[in-house]
């Protein structure tokens, strides 16, 4: 059996972003993937297989709380889910740093501050290459350095949507953006600005996901060795507990152990809070690094929703998801509680509409659907969920996963609907439609979408109280890290990627020095 440094199981936004910074410290270094490589293939971005038959949505069963099986929005290949990801590449604020009030409860501190996080989320944008422009967003937090590209410009109907919120008095920013975009020089970017980008694969890999630009740069390294279609099953310990000794694995159909002195997890949050439950032992009997009863409590994946509004003129965006709007991130309008970030997503196209019940029921017949798409102005609206012990992720007897959650903050969520409804009249669109819809994933059941889940093996100062240190080391195992989205104590209202890859950078840093690595 080979014997690494380091084994990382996963390789989305925590574990690509992880392995590309230990890659250089010429460590022996494996990840462990479940999935394959995403096939690169002209459906890639065809609009019918990605949104109607949910081409690349991998094949898993959980359960909700109530024990019904469902399919659930995971995306297992190298990359993980940034190979479908929106790219939209937010810091979290300041405020999400500390202890917030809700309308619901209770947004918990983390036990780093902001200023811990900053320097490593200047690193990431540079590593995933985000475009944007500093100082017009009122609650972004203070940054050591510029954006390292430009903001992606708006086009007509956008900047036309900007200058009428502006002329509002509100504060519409160039959201930050991870697309490898060149506008000064066309023929040479790698990414052409196309309509199939948020919820798609990138055909020509210029979307700035943790394949392109974790695990790729990572395998330049002659230490580092990707093992693809090995599902982790068990983590091993010696009979104290108080070390992983090996990882079991089903590698396409064989069971097989690997081992190394150091393990990450970065499975994504459910995934990784059911293989330490799954590793349950005698010396951790309710799972592993579970001595507090926390891993797998206050999953989190923000209160979203998927709107569209119908412009008054056509609009013929191709790339919508240039702009972001954070005024009533913290409240405001007579709420004094936060309500989220308002931002664009993928330019709806009439092919993803199939089987949308709101839109073929409240908007027919005065529209048709080809109308509706020609018209649309696609947004996205995020308040925060709040972290509840009873959301959690807990193993059903056939080793399947049980996902029992109900969502946070349904009030602050419906203020920020009704903000932003009160205001179309005054952004040249249609003052009554504002219509829920489906945003990448074609289901009736909400707890599925689990795109941005987060919190189940939060990290802490007290052992009784969260799974991991702040260095993201389980408390009661040495040599056992997790970096993927399950650390975050609370969620904010922006994006997680950025946050996931800043901390795998941060968590790096340390691992470096625990190996004596350069
Ligand atoms: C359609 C879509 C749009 C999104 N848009 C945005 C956006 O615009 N901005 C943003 O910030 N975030 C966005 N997100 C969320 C973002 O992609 C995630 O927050 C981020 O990828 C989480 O990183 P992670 O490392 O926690 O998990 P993932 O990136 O999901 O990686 C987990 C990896 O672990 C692997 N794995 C799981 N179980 C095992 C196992 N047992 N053994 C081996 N490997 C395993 C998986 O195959 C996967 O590769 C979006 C997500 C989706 C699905
Ligand atoms: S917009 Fe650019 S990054 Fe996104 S899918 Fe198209 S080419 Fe790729």
Redesign the pocket.
């Known amino acids: 059996m080979d014997a690494y440094d380091v084994i990382i199981?996963?390789?989305?936004?925590?574990?690509?972003?992880l392995a590309r910074h230990l890659a250089p410290s010429g460590k022996r270094i494996l990840l462990?993937?479940?999935?394959d490589w995403l096939p690169r293939e002209p459906q890639n971005w065809s609009a019918a297989d990605v949104f109607i038959d949910n081409r690349y949505i991998?094949p898993d069963t959980w359960y909700d709380a109530k024990g019904k099986a469902f399919q659930p929005?995971?995306?297992?290949?190298?990359?993980?889910?940034?190979k479908?990801?929106?790219?939209?590449?937010?810091r979290l604020r300041r405020e999400d740093f500390g202890e917030l009030k809700h309308h619901d409860g209770i947004s918990p501190a983390w036990p780093i501050g902001y200023d811990d996080m900053e320097p490593w989320y200047t690193l990431a944008e540079r590593l995933y290459q985000v475009h944007g422009a500093r100082g017009e967003d009122p609650t972004e937090p203070p940054a050591s350095a510029p954006y390292p590209f430009p903001a992606l410009t708006h086009e007509p109907r956008i900047q036309q949507l900007a200058d009428d919120l502006a002329a509002g008095g509100f504060h519409p920013f160039h959201a930050p953006c991870?697309v490898m975009l060149d506008e000064a020089d066309p023929p040479y970017s790698r990414c052409l600005r196309c309509g199939t980008c948020?919820?798609f694969p990138c055909l020509v890999q210029a979307k700035s996901d943790?394949e392109v630009l974790g695990v790729r740069p990572a395998l330049e390294h002659p230490n580092v060795t990707l093992v693809t279609n090995?599902?982790?099953?068990k983590l091993v310990t010696n009979d104290a507990g108080t070390e992983v000794t090996g990882v079991e694995?089903d590698h396409a159909g064989t069971r097989e152990v690997f081992a190394a002195d150091l393990y990450v997890l970065?499975?994504?949050?459910a995934?990784?809070a059911?293989?330490l439950l799954a590793s349950a032992n005698d010396a951790h009997p309710n799972g592993l690094a579970n001595g507090s009863d926390q891993v797998g409590r206050n999953y989190m994946f923000h209160n979203s929703q998927a709107v569209l509004a119908l412009s008054k003129e056509p609009n013929p965006t191709v790339f919508q998801?240039t702009l972001g709007v954070n005024d009533f991130y913290f409240g405001g309008n007579g709420f004094e509680y936060p309500m989220g970030n308002i931002q664009m997503i993928g330019k709806s196209q009439a092919d993803m509409f199939k089987g949308e019940k709101p839109l073929e029921t409240k908007l027919a017949p005065g529209f048709a659907l080809r109308d509706v798409a020609s018209h649309a102005v696609d947004f996205w609206l995020s308040t925060e969920d709040l972290p509840v012990p009873e959301n959690r992720v807990t193993l059903e007897p056939d080793g399947n996963l049980r996902l029992s959650y109900s969502a946070a903050n349904a009030t602050a969520a419906g203020r920020l609907y009704h903000q932003l409804k009160s205001m179309l009249g005054r952004l040249g669109m249609h003052p009554d439609h504002l219509i829920p819809r489906h945003?990448?994933?074609k289901t009736d059941i909400p707890v599925a979408g689990?795109?941005?889940?987060?919190g189940t093996c939060r990290f802490g100062t007290d052992p009784a109280t969260s799974v991991l240190d702040t260095d993201c080391r389980a408390h009661e195992v040495d040599n056992l890290y997790v970096?993927?989205?399950?650390f975050f104590p609370s969620i904010g209202a922006?994006?997680?990627?950025?946050?996931?890859m800043a901390n795998?950078l941060r968590v790096g840093d340390h691992l470096r020095e625990r190996l004596g690595a350069p």
Do not use: M
């Open positions: 199981v996963g390789t989305g936004a925590g574990g690509g972003t462990l993937e479940r999935g991998s929005q995971v995306h297992y290949f190298v990359g993980g889910a940034t479908l990801y929106g790219a939209a590449l937010y991870g948020d919820g943790a090995a599902r982790a099953l694995v970065s499975c994504g949050a995934n990784s059911k293989l998801k945003a990448y994933l689990v795109a941005h889940q987060a970096v993927d989205t399950s922006v994006n997680p990627a950025l946050t996931a795998a």
